[in-house]
């Protein structure tokens, strides 16, 4: 029978995932020679065999690749067909390719279920391994100094395989074949239980350490991406002792549970969130508490509508939920409910980056930790907990991307020239984009801080080498005092390449754009906390027409005074105390917030000029303020949350006609605010804020499509994290005719900007 040879060349994530002993496989499963091998393009493979065979090949490569690849292209040719290949080889990586590189790396995984079965069988030389993994889970993107993705790349160089492992690794019919961090208790790395003075506490590590944590103690523990701070959930006085030492009053913390299951009474849980909480991914999702949440948990997530939540996903997790259960042999007891809850925040003092290294934990996390349980594998990069909503059909909306999606990339419409764009200052991340596909950073945070503008520095050195990207156009928000645009002109000047400043609502409603694949004119619906406008003022409540590297405003929310600048973007008081003076009721000031120490002053301040905004963040403070909600905040969007917690707890509200004004593009919620002033019932007047702030957008919305003939619209901003306004917003558009977009696979937030700067540079260049 003819014999052909076929060259496929395949693209995405494909290294590290067992895709090689796959490709094995099912060339001996269909009779086929040749070979394949990892290099900088990802993996290519030949095969020989009569055509029939071939196609055969060829569709199964796709259609049953391994669970965490992902294959973004195949490009088959067919080749001379020369001396015949014997049988099937995996050869070694083509190292010759690393200055075209164009390969990616996974992302942290879970531990599989395969993995789990040997964890948890005494029998089993892995037996109860804080360190067991295959192809098909574990560390990747927290591990890996580049590409192509070899263990002599990643920080498990420093551990020799023992025999048995190195049988396995290079054995293409297991599952653990060029399993990089392919390890065993007798060649990988160990635990330590170290005590508050990093002196060794003997015995069990991971028994020792849920000791500690029944005692009410605080443990660091060492991940994947980082530490975390560690406690025992349902022990109140562990919850304040933790709040106290890190100086996180109020502001949510994560519940980390066994399994589903044991989020009864806790949560209230859906199947599309539990499918979810339950990838292999493990982000913290959001959910609504249930009825007795604050009982159970006070101090979790003080006056919010929802509780944030994890599964567990290291083997050290897994290995302290197998403890309290008593060390059952077997993986059933994996879906039976557990009582233990346990808190996991990122283990950092307040806005520092989280920490990783083992010396730097015994520094840093001095006097807010009791204990450390660390281990001896390094983390080349610091990656959080991703955090995300389960929205409208079951769709995740991210509210921080990292540990478990970072580095897959977003798919991008065309192949444009390669731009590094640096984000803003909020929740900073950072992008590059490589052909059609844009690599955001895991998330950076505020740029207020030293270290987390070193992390910056770090992390774009990082991803550009792991990427073999030279950046042809460096990207930066429009706002000049930002450590992020004075990075960018630096590294411009330095690699003598274009830097381009983009205006941040005009980036917000880009990254919509980039994430969609839309390249057409579109309405911006930009609703955010603050951005640098073209005027020189804080934007917020913008109504853009988006044509690409082009934007026009064609509408904005009525400015409010800001009463002490950036004072009153943490005081939400001030805020309401501004809306009271446009009202011409500034003498009720002093005495409506007299326990606010500047209440006095404030209206005799009013009567002179303030800095103004059109934000939309603010209008939320303001009628917060009013209500007398969070009059000031312990952290950022406190009060915003606050005031949807109340919304959704009274439910939803009828709205009145006659509370907002639309005037040359100018949307005036002032009656509103009005209204709000006078409101006894404050989760009466959170629901009717949310009510008439939805049918207001949807007519300044509509009236703009009307007046332009444009009936694509793009929602983006940080007030879009908000379920109750993306919902309604969505909802009122699609009933005018209107087609809605807002963003999915990155945060609508600050955490997807440096998204939508790529996006614009690029168009920019062209």
Avoid at 273 to 301: C, D, F, M, N, Y
Avoid at 588 to 600: D, G, H, N, T, V
């Amino acid at each position: 029978m003819d014999r052909q040879r076929l060259r496929l060349t395949v693209r995405g994530i494909v290294q590290g995932v067992g895709f090689r002993p796959f490709v094995y496989r099912l060339a001996h499963d269909l009779g086929v020679a040749g070979w394949v091998r990892n290099d900088g393009q990802g993996l290519t493979l030949e095969i020989d065999g009569d055509p029939a065979r071939l196609r055969d090949f060829a569709r199964r490569l796709q259609d049953e690749a391994p669970p965490l690849a992902r294959i973004d292209t195949c490009d088959m040719i067919m080749v001379a067909a020369g001396e015949p290949h014997w049988g099937f080889e995996i050869l070694d990586s083509d190292a010759t390719a690393a200055s075209v590189v164009s390969a990616s790396i996974g992302a942290d995984s879970a531990v599989c279920p395969a993995c789990l079965a040997e964890l948890f069988d005494p029998a089993n030389r892995r037996y109860r391994y804080a360190f067991i993994n295959c192809t098909d889970c574990g560390p990747r993107y927290t591990l890996v100094r580049h590409l192509p993705y070899d263990r002599a790349s990643t920080s498990m160089a420093a551990f020799a395989q023992c025999v048995p492992c190195l049988m396995e690794y290079r054995n293409p019919l297991h599952r653990r074949f060029h399993a990089e961090p392919n390890a065993c208790p007798d060649c990988g790395p160990a635990l330590r239980l170290l005590d508050g003075e990093g002196g060794e506490i003997g015995g069990d590590a991971i028994a020792e350490t849920l000791a500690l944590l029944q005692a009410g103690q605080i443990v660091a523990i060492k991940g994947l991406g980082g530490f975390h701070l560690v406690c025992d959930a349902r022990n109140p006085d562990a919850v304040a002792r933790l709040r106290e030492r890190k100086h996180r009053e109020e502001k949510p913390l994560a519940v980390m549970a066994a399994n589903a299951a044991s989020l009864a009474g806790i949560a209230q849980l859906h199947e599309g969130a539990q499918r979810w909480l339950e990838s292999a991914a493990r982000p913290i999702v959001l959910l609504p508490k249930a009825a007795q949440t604050e009982h159970a948990l006070p101090g979790i997530a003080p006056g919010l509508a929802e509780i944030g939540v994890l599964l567990p996903y290291t083997p050290i997790h897994f290995l302290l939920f197998h403890e309290v259960a008593g060390r059952p042999a077997g993986t059933d007891w994996l879906a039976e409910p557990q009582d233990l809850l346990l808190v996991m925040t990122s283990a950092n003092a307040r806005g520092e980056p989280l920490v990783t290294g083992n010396a730097e934990a015994l520094v840093q996390l001095a006097g807010i930790a009791d204990a450390f349980l660390m281990h001896d594998r390094d983390i080349v990069i610091r990656c959080d907990d991703s955090v995300l909503r389960v929205g409208y059909d079951d769709a995740g909306q991210f509210i921080r991307r990292a540990r478990g999606y970072t580095p897959q990339a977003v798919p991008l419409a065309h192949a444009l020239p390669p731009v590094l764009a640096l984000g803003g200052f909020f929740k900073n991340t950072l992008c590059v984009t490589r052909g059609s596909q844009a690599y955001l950073s895991q998330y950076l945070g505020d740029l207020d801080r030293v270290a987390n503008c070193t992390a910056l520095q770090e992390a774009s050195t990082h991803l550009l080498h792991l990427l073999q990207v030279k950046p042809e156009c460096i990207a930066h928000d429009k706002h000049p005092d930002f450590y992020s645009s004075q990075l960018a002109l630096q590294l411009a000047d330095q690699w003598q390449i274009p830097c381009i400043a983009v205006q941040h609502h005009h980036a917000h409603i880009a990254a919509v754009l980039a994430e969609h694949q839309l390249d057409e004119p579109v309405l911006g619906l930009a609703l955010d906390g603050v951005g640098l406008g073209d005027d020189g003022t804080a934007w917020g409540g913008e109504l853009l027409l988006v044509d690409g590297a082009t934007y026009q405003r064609l509408g904005h929310l009525r400015p409010l005074p800001m009463p002490g600048g950036d004072k009153a973007a943490r005081e939400p008081w001030r805020m309401a105390a501004s809306v009271l003076a446009e009202l011409g009721r500034g003498d009720e000031i002093a005495s409506r917030f007299a326990a606010q120490p500047a209440a006095s002053l404030l209206n005799q301040l009013l009567s002179r000029p303030q800095p103004a905004t059109s934000s939309m963040g603010r209008y939320f403070d303001a009628a917060a303020g009013l209500l007398g909600v969070a009059p000031v905040m312990s952290f950022e969007a406190q009060a915003a949350m606050q005031l949807e917690g109340l919304a959704a707890r009274h439910g939803v509200c009828a709205s009145v006609s006659g509370l907002y004004r639309i005037t040359d593009g100018v949307l005036d919620l002032l009656p509103l605010l009005a209204v709000l002033a006078d409101s006894p019932d404050p989760a009466h007047g959170a629901a009717l804020f949310h009510s008439v702030l939805l049918d207001a957008l949807a007519d300044w919305v509509a009236e703009a499509a009307e007046r332009t003939g444009i009936r694509t619209v793009a929602g983006g901003g940080g007030c879009f994290l908000n379920a109750i306004l993306l919902r309604g917003v969505r909802q009122k558009l699609q009933a005018r005719g209107l087609c809605f977009y807002t963003n999915q696979l990155v945060p609508c937030g600050d955490g997807g900007l440096a998204l939508g700067q790529a996006w614009v540079a690029q168009r920019s260049l062209v």
